[in-house]
DNA sequence: GTATGAATTGACTTTTACGTAAAAGTCATG
DNA sequence: CATGACTTTTACGTAAAAGTCAATTCATAC
């Protein structure tokens, strides 16, 4: 495990801009460390991208991202807010169920789809 | 099955505005008829509705919700565009698998964080 | 010791997906 | 027929999520 990556770095291995990074920190999901002016990624801030990245694919907004980051970390002395993250738990999964529904759904739909397109095949095939 | 619902129904039944179904026939996705000015929509209408909205939840842009809605259309009668709606198809299915890896690895650390919220909660108990 | 290439900040721009407001048409009901 | 609920078009506004560009800084290779 390497101790830090450069920006650049990790530009080339997610596919996106230095802007995108800058931008994630300005929004506060990411805080990687200095060496003068110069951003250090750490493997959990790489990790932190990572996340980030899923997040997106899976139509999460930004706040919604920090929202499910913020319960990854250490979870809190309180009991209060103990409850309350694990109600935004239930919450998140609740949504996940929801996507995962639609995904096969869509799924579905496509292979219906693909099976048309390849019966409207055959019939070429033997029209022709 | 109703023949029509109007525009307000809709807006109701799947928590939207009026502005954004006019959105959605100003880009192309749907169509409904109208009566005068009026618009009517089918229950076809509905169903794309259905379907957009789904697309949304996923993370779909309009522009990728309109080239999947195409493909469940009629297939056309050109092989080589059957091809290509074979080939989308082919590419969207990959996106939604990758979505679903996405889902589950985001379901299971979810799990874990509620986890150590209820292990923190176990200390507290004990520790008062 | 200066050229070169990577990194930084800051400002402005763009795209997407609607929101919102204005002004007027439609239509059932009292 | 007028009132109110609903609908229409047109047009400008806006929030989110970056893209783009300019001006610098910084290290280092030559």
């Known amino acids: 495990m390497r101790e830090y990556y450069t ?34 990624f750490r493997p959990s801030d790489r990790h932190l991208v990572r996340q980030i990245l899923r997040g997106k694919r899976l139509g999460f907004s930004i706040a919604e991202i920090r929202e499910i980051i913020k319960m990854y970390s250490e979870p809190p002395g309180e009991a209060g807010q103990l409850q309350a993250i694990i109600g935004t738990i239930e919450e998140k999964r609740g949504e996940l169920r929801q996507k995962r529904r639609d995904l096969e759904e869509t799924l579905d739909e496509l292979d219906q789809a693909e099976e048309a397109c390849v019966e409207r095949l055959a019939e070429l095939g033997v029209n022709t």
Do not use: H, K, M, W
Request: hydrophobic share 30%; net charge positive.
């Open 7 to 40: 920006i650049t770095e990790l530009t080339r291995e997610f596919g996106i801009s230095t802007r995108t990074l800058r931008f994630y920190e300005d929004e506060g999901l990411i805080a990687p460390v200095r060496r003068g002016r110069t951003r250090l």
